[in-house]
């Protein structure tokens, strides 16, 4: 057996599981609390700029709607997580049609 691996105890499985989801919801929650450099991105832009915001930030938006609903994660259906985030999804072919491959 790989020595990289541990052996769990009855019940270790469910435990550590629970614990990385932990870890990675609290990391989504500090990505999408707003900072000093995203206010004042903001507060410059002016009112009269009606662009929309990136997708980067879009997609930190609905992670952070997800994060602070009144359902709990656990009970959230998959499909519509799934369908909200590839939505922010933009596939672009690496390779010109062209044959004109500069870019790689």
Do not use: W
């Amino acid at each position: 057996r790989n020595p990289r691996y541990r052996g769990l105890r009855r019940g270790d499985h469910i435990m550590l599981l629970r614990q990385h989801n932990e870890m990675i919801a609290s990391c989504l929650r500090q990505l999408c609390r707003p900072t000093a450099n995203r206010k004042a991105q903001l507060s410059s832009r002016g009112t009269s700029d009606t662009r929309t915001p990136s997708t980067g930030s879009a997609v930190l938006q609905v992670v952070a709607d997800f994060l602070t609903a009144r359902t709990p994660l656990e009970r959230l259906r998959i499909p519509s997580v799934r369908s909200r985030i590839i939505s922010f999804m933009r596939f672009q072919p690496l390779l010109a049609a062209d044959g004109d491959n500069s870019d790689c």
